[in-house]
């Protein structure tokens, strides 16, 4: 079956430092992979989308990279600010497969 | 910046009873989107509607679940005879293209089914 995972449950990182946050799936083939921000009681906010096709994709303080041969997508949150703190979610999509969501990681960053 | 709207912010029922989650989704926006989220866990696709059918649904969105447009602004989502399990927070989101297009997600509607 699709299986989704997030590096950690939860990470915690020094202000100013680099955060990466792993996404590893097995049993899917996607057509892209997005990355969202959750807050507790609020919706995903989308952040960035990587298509099959994209190795890296920049956003601002944000970076991801796509690797499909290790089936794994990289996040990194660059010069972190503790308002970066927010569980962080991995999507997939993929064509005859159903939109799937990883079960996230939760990020403190500490002033 | 428009967003999107959920009613109500948390809805409480008795088991077996029919709810109805009610979205207004951004209003140039073609594609609409429920998710679930049961507490502490991830994110669920439930269901996608374009052009006033559902397009995709997942294993979770069964005979028990119906979605509907009844006008040019709401998009709903009917849970026939709540379970127990059914209590989640209930997500909506609309996208103006498909699903690789930006989805903006609404604030939820708790469901607490006793």
């Known amino acids: 079956s699709q299986k989704i995972e997030q590096n950690s449950e939860a990470l915690n990182i020094q202000e100013g430092k680099t955060a990466t946050l792993t996404c590893n799936y097995t049993n899917y083939s996607p057509a892209y992979l997005q990355w969202y921000r959750q807050d507790p009681g609020r919706g995903p906010v989308f952040l960035l989308l990587i298509r099959e096709n994209e190795k890296e994709k920049r956003k601002e303080r944000l970076k991801v990279t796509f690797d499909t041969t290790l089936k794994q997508s990289l996040f990194h949150i660059t010069a972190s600010q503790p308002a970066d703190s927010a569980t962080y979610l991995c999507?997939?999509?993929?064509?005859?497969?159903?939109?799937?969501f990883g079960p996230g990681t939760r990020l403190s960053v500490l002033p | 910046e428009p967003e999107v709207t959920q009613t109500p912010s948390h809805q409480v029922t008795q088991m077996g009873q029919e709810v109805i989650l009610r979205c207004v989704p951004i209003s140039n926006h073609l594609y609409f989107y429920w998710y679930r989220q049961i507490l502490g866990q991830k994110v669920e696709f439930l269901v996608s509607f374009y052009n006033n059918e559902i397009s995709e649904k997942s294993e979770i969105f069964d005979d028990q679940f119906s979605v509907e447009r009844p006008d040019g602004s709401n998009f709903t989502l009917k849970i026939r005879s709540t379970k127990l399990e059914d209590s989640a927070m209930y997500f909506c989101a609309s996208s103006a293209g498909g699903k690789t297009d930006t989805q903006y997600f609404g604030p939820g509607t708790r469901l607490t089914v006793l």
């Open positions: 999507a997939l999509d993929g064509y005859g497969q159903n939109f799937v």
